[in-house]
């Protein structure tokens, strides 16, 4: 599976959008990106996941750039209660592994 | 559906001891895995199975072993505890793989410490 870089730490404003980046630039054309976030001494959570188009749901949206070799998860009006650390996964869609890296911390601030 | 359950939530161990995590879920699901998180970090892969009678080793599986005699089950060994071991343990399911978008589901969690 293609490794993810993600910057470590971020903050954001209550009530604006919060935009976290994330590089795979080695990921392949089969392979999916998957968000994640895991709030505080509780298990990850499952936010969203995308193969090349643009993704939305009730909790974010998912960009990925055409060459495919980045994206980015907005969440269109962080709340205090979206401070967590975010996973960006790259992973087969028949893969049987999820490999987590660090994460990006998101601190969202009143 | 409970999902993912996790026991027991905290436990001491002493060094050389002995215990097994219990996961068990309720989904169906034929993949289940076991991950540990060291303060600050992110998750590492210990061992994980794609249905009954089927493991293989993760990233970190040293130390451990796991079973799969059911497809609710999968319980995590540690056979003797060292203070390298003190993490929090996740246990986690997901469906077959077979097809896009497999999303993976957590338990609450299992904070280990060997003293």
């Known amino acids: 599976d293609a490794k993810t870089t993600q910057p470590p730490s971020m903050d954001c404003a209550e009530g604006r959008a919060a935009n976290l980046p994330c590089n795979h630039s080695t990921i392949s054309g089969n392979e999916y990106v998957y968000w994640y976030r895991q709030i505080h001494s509780q298990g990850p959570q499952y936010i969203i996941h995308?193969?090349?188009n643009n993704e939305t749901n009730e909790m974010a949206s998912l960009i990925i750039t055409e060459d495919r070799k980045s994206s980015t998860l907005i969440l269109p009006h962080a709340t205090l209660r979206d401070t967590a650390v975010y996973y960006c996964i790259v992973r087969l869609a028949t893969g049987n592994q999820f490999y987590f890296g660090t994460g990006t911390s998101l601190t969202v601030i009143p | 559906n409970a999902g993912v359950t996790q026991t027991p939530k905290f436990r001491i161990l002493k060094i050389g001891q002995s215990m097994t995590l219990q996961c068990t879920q309720d989904m169906n699901h034929n993949y289940m895995y076991w991950y540990r998180q060291d303060p600050g970090m992110g998750l590492k892969l210990i061992y994980y199975?794609?249905?009954?009678?089927?493991?293989d080793k993760g990233e970190v599986p040293n130390g451990y072993n796991v079973s799969r005699s059911t497809t609710e089950d999968f319980p995590l060994r540690l056979e003797l505890a060292a203070p390298s071991q003190t993490s929090v343990y996740f246990c986690?399911?997901?469906?077959?793989?077979?097809?896009?978008?497999?999303?993976?589901?957590f338990g609450e969690g299992s904070w280990l410490t060997v003293v």
């Open positions: 986690a399911s997901s469906y077959s793989s077979v097809g896009a978008g497999n999303t993976i589901y």
């Open positions: 995308g193969l090349k």
């Open positions: 199975s794609v249905g009954a009678g089927i493991t």
